[in-house]
């Protein structure tokens, strides 16, 4: 399990994925009760988690073809 969490194509995923829940992250913060959760537009946030997700992969990918 370790040796495919090092792979680069894995890590730039992952990477990506964090770095598109940032982006929500201070949003969350202001969620006051479970409504706020449940209110909230978990379609474009799950969208943008995958957009995020393949991103990173793609960005591992073509670093790791040029290097």
């Known amino acids: 399990m370790q040796d495919f969490l090092k792979h680069p194509v894995v890590a ?5 994925l964090v770095g598109a829940m940032l982006v929500d ?6 969620w006051k009760n479970l409504d706020d959760a449940v ?3 978990w379609a474009t946030a799950s969208w943008r ?3 995020g997700l393949v991103g990173g992969a793609l960005a591992a990918l ?6």
Request: glycine content about 18%.
């Open 49 to 51: 988690w995958f957009q």
């Open 62 to 67: 073509g670093y790791g073809a040029v290097v």
């Open 12 to 16: 730039g995923a992952v990477s990506g």
């Open 25 to 30: 992250y201070s949003e969350f913060r202001k």
């Open 39 to 41: 209110a909230y537009d």
